[in-house]
């Protein structure tokens, strides 16, 4: 079904299941895998509150090696699963608009992607890069969701449907 599956990671626990399930869709389809990490531009206040002081020089190598070890994850689960891969690290202010571009540049068919869930404030302050990515893409994005605890210890899908 599937030729070649685009999954941008940010390190993150879901964005490890996102790696997982384009793993395996990509196993079941026999397509191919691309990880992707977007790094941030520099600015003095940057990345994160131990980089406050940091030089662009410092702020590059910082993030390159997280770029490094993130796409390692896609790298590891590919090879596992025998399943052709490739990674990309691009830097960019917007990264669904490196990620649309990647995907159209490596003709790929499937975007698998994490969405954090952020709500209210968060949302507002951080953005959503996903609903970004599934409002500007032309092709199918599959977004990989938090799963929510029930009160019996069960794992369940979150159904939460995004506000408008």
Not at 6 to 35: F, H, N, R, W, Y
Not at 55 to 78: C, G, P
Not at 89 to 107: F, G
Not at 150 to 159: I, L, Y
Request: glycine share 6%.
């Amino acid at each position: 079904m599937f030729k070649h599956v685009l999954v941008p990671t940010d390190g993150s626990t879901l964005s490890d299941a996102a790696i997982q399930m384009a793993v395996t869709l990509a196993t079941e389809s026999g397509a191919k895998v691309t990880g992707l990490h977007v790094i941030p531009e520099f600015h003095v206040l940057a990345y994160g509150t131990e980089m406050i002081a940091d030089t662009e020089d410092q702020f590059i190598q910082v993030t390159r090696q997280h770029a490094d070890n993130y796409l390692q994850a896609v790298t590891k689960a590919a090879t596992q699963a025998g399943v052709e891969c490739d990674t990309v690290t691009k830097n960019h202010a917007h990264p669904y608009e490196a990620i649309i571009s990647v995907a159209a540049q490596r003709s790929c068919d499937l975007i698998v992607m994490a969405s954090h869930g952020r709500g209210g404030m968060r949302a507002l302050l951080l953005g959503s890069e996903t609903l970004k990515v599934l409002t500007h893409c032309r092709i199918p994005v599959l977004v990989v969701r938090e799963q929510a605890q029930t009160g019996a210890g069960r794992v369940e899908e979150s159904s939460r449907q995004p506000s408008e």
